[in-house]
């Protein structure tokens, strides 16, 4: 826990140095300077998420970055292992990223207003009605070229067996009609989960496979969609979840 704590205030005192972008991004998005406000915030936040990876001794290798439109947005895809799936894809993973997160983590200080100028959506899972609203809203986004992350498991495995992929949250891209980019994360869960502490030295995988389509997709085939990606993100999964299983069969 203490190794959590002082991780921590790493995070935050660095964020508290760029106090200044802070104010600048605050001005700018007043002004309705969005694209020079964006600008700041694809400079910047790539290098929070990796100064996360340097102080947790984390090691993050992509594989498949070549699969990746380079003129439009996409909704990614991806399982959720652990705390560490937000930096290392924002570290790594070469788009302007938004993502829909639940409503909780827009009221922690510092964070709530970097996730405002990233375009981030805040979802209240308690209230069916605002969920609906969120992913709208996320789509929208979408739509005005921000890439967009969701975890479709709602929750971290923390390095157990995947959760059921909710078929709700793919119709961030299907009312966005944007491509699907399934991301499979291996070892996340290593950094912060599987011990409670801090663990140096691991690394984490990401892979990236090819594009899926959405556009003009008829109720059946938005219907099978959803199984489709889980199986081709879960796939790599399998030999990690056979020894998991194994060792909790004992």
């Known amino acids: 826990m203490f190794k959590i704590l002082i991780t921590v205030i790493k995070i935050f005192a660095w964020m508290f140095k760029r106090e200044k972008l802070r104010h600048q991004c605050l001005k700018l998005e007043k002004q309705g300077k969005i694209a020079e406000m964006d600008a700041i915030l ?3 936040v790539p290098q929070w998420a990796r100064f996360i990876c340097e102080i947790t001794g984390t090691k993050v290798v992509v594989n498949g970055l070549e699969k990746l439109p380079e003129d439009s947005a996409v909704v990614f895809i991806a399982n959720h292992q652990g705390y560490m799936d937000i930096p290392s894809i924002y570290g790594y993973i070469p788009k302007f990223i938004s993502f829909v997160s639940k409503k909780e983590i827009g009221s922690i200080p510092l964070i ?13 899972r308690k209230s069916p009605r605002a969920s609906v609203k969120a992913i709208r809203d996320a789509a929208e986004n979408v739509k005005k070229g921000y890439s967009q992350v969701i975890f479709p498991e ?4 923390k390095g157990g067996l995947h959760h059921e992929f909710k078929a709700g949250s ?7 009609q944007s491509p699907i980019v399934p991301l499979t994360i291996e070892g996340s869960y290593k950094v912060f989960e599987e011990k409670k502490t801090i663990s140096r030295g691991n690394t984490i ?26 199986k081709i993100i879960c796939e790599q999964l ?9 060792s909790h069969s004992k």
């Open 154 to 157: 709602g929750t971290r495995s």
């Open 42 to 44: 694809a400079d910047i």
């Open 205 to 230: 995988y990401i892979t990236v496979h090819d594009p899926i389509p959405t556009a003009e997709l008829s109720r059946e085939q938005q219907a099978a969609l959803p199984e489709k990606i889980e």
């Open 112 to 124: 709530k207003d970097w996730m405002r100028f990233l375009h981030c959506t805040l979802m209240d």
């Open 170 to 176: 793919f119709k961030l891209a299907f009312l966005s």
């Open 238 to 246: 399998k030999p990690a979840e056979k020894l998991y299983i194994e």
